[in-house]
């Protein structure tokens, strides 16, 4: 936990990722689609992506990837950050993080 605890430390948004995961994709480009520029860690891509993986499980991350933390808060995967995305509470959440500035809704 304190392992994820320093990776997300001063970052408005962090993605937890593997470069094969479709979802993760999916994720990533609606978050970067409002403006923000997500630190994104792929797993599969590090020395330590296992032991960050077994960290995720620890915390109740179900599946492990995606797995994004907006103002260092645990948000959850895919499906909680799509239920806020059509709630329309994400970008709220990335406004209070300070990820994005503005935004103008279409």
């Excluded at 997500?38 to 077994?54: C, F, H, K, S």
């Excluded at 994004?68 to 406004?95: D, P």
Aim: proline share 4%; aromatic share 6%; charged share 15%.
């Amino acid at each position: 936990m304190d392992m994820i605890t320093g990776m997300v430390a001063q970052k408005p948004v962090v993605i937890f990722s593997k470069s094969s995961c479709c979802i993760s994709h999916s994720i990533k480009s609606l978050i970067c689609g409002f403006g923000a520029n997500p630190t994104v860690y792929e797993l599969d891509e590090m020395a330590n992506g296992q032991q960050i993986e077994r960290a995720l499980l620890q915390m109740g991350c179900q599946p492990c990837v995606p797995t994004v933390f907006i103002g260092e808060q645990f948000i959850g995967g895919a499906k909680s950050i799509m239920s806020l995305h059509v709630r329309n509470e994400l970008v709220t959440l990335l406004m209070n993080a300070k990820a994005i500035w503005i935004w103008k809704k279409k």
